[in-house]
């Protein structure tokens, strides 16, 4: 079993619709989670950052996790076509996990979205 | 405000042949530095990572290896490049210190084939 598993798609959605990616997980020691965006040919870049469970918002944004669950999620209002990309989920343990020194993220294998006009 | 570079953005190799790919990162001091490389349709497999010039920690036995010369730049290298090694090669850099809580930010990635 894999220590992050998420759906990789492909998910199509018309313009406007509310867009829901999802990641499930394993280690119960992750405390920090983070969504990236990777458009086609590009590199990823960071699009949300919370720490533990709860909610975060950024526009048309929402990241939520349920730690109890060992679910994550990031919604998207009002997708628009230059939504259309590869979403990652990634996560971390922090610095009581391991014991190491350096920022070790641990990635599902991406979900591939359009966005359709 | 802290950029990162990788060059080339795209290499097509021979079976066999070295390889050396560059990765520099601009605005911060004594980043923690990354290599990743992402194979087609599958997920981001870390490769190396480092802490601090000549320090290298290796996640996957494979033939490639990395330096890291000096404190802003990383380097990936093979002495000869397999059909597998094809793929999308990404640096990342993140803060110094705060270990196990950093984000990561990307660079542009090299795209290589190997033929």
């Known amino acids: 079993q894999k220590e992050v598993e998420q759906d990789p798609g492909p998910l199509s959605v018309p313009e406007g619709a509310i867009v829901s990616l999802n990641c499930t997980y394993s280690?119960?020691?992750?405390?920090?989670f983070m969504w990236y965006r990777q458009y086609s040919r590009k590199g990823p870049e960071l699009l949300m950052y919370?720490?533990?469970?709860g909610n975060k918002e950024d526009g048309r944004f929402t990241a939520q996790v349920d730690k109890s669950s060992k679910y994550i999620s990031l919604f998207i209002r009002d997708s628009q076509p230059s939504d259309s990309a590869t979403y990652l989920c990634?996560?971390?343990?922090?610095?009581?996990?391991?014991?190491?020194?350096?920022?070790?993220?641990?990635f599902g294998q991406g979900t591939i979205l359009t966005v359709h006009p | 405000s802290q950029t990162i570079h990788q060059w080339p953005a795209t290499l097509v190799q021979p079976v066999g042949s070295p390889l050396s790919l560059e990765c520099t990162v601009e605005?911060?001091?004594?980043?923690?530095l990354y290599w990743y490389r992402q194979a087609a349709g599958r997920g981001l497999q870390l490769l190396f990572y480092?802490?601090?010039?000549?320090?290298i920690s290796s996640e996957v036995p494979q033939n490639l290896s990395a330096s890291r010369p000096q404190d802003r730049q990383f380097i990936l290298s093979s002495k000869k490049l397999l059909l597998s090694d094809s793929g999308f090669y990404l640096c990342?850099?993140?803060?110094?210190?705060?270990?196990?809580?950093?984000?990561?930010?990307f660079g542009p990635g090299t795209r290589l084939t190997v033929l």
């Open positions: 990342a850099w993140s803060p110094p210190g705060q270990g196990g809580l950093d984000t990561q930010y």
């Open positions: 280690n119960s020691a992750f405390q920090y």
């Open positions: 919370t720490y533990s469970s």
């Open positions: 990634a996560m971390s343990g922090g610095p009581n996990a391991g014991g190491t020194s350096y920022g070790k993220l641990t």
């Open positions: 605005g911060t001091s004594n980043p923690n």
């Open positions: 480092s802490v601090g010039i000549g320090q």
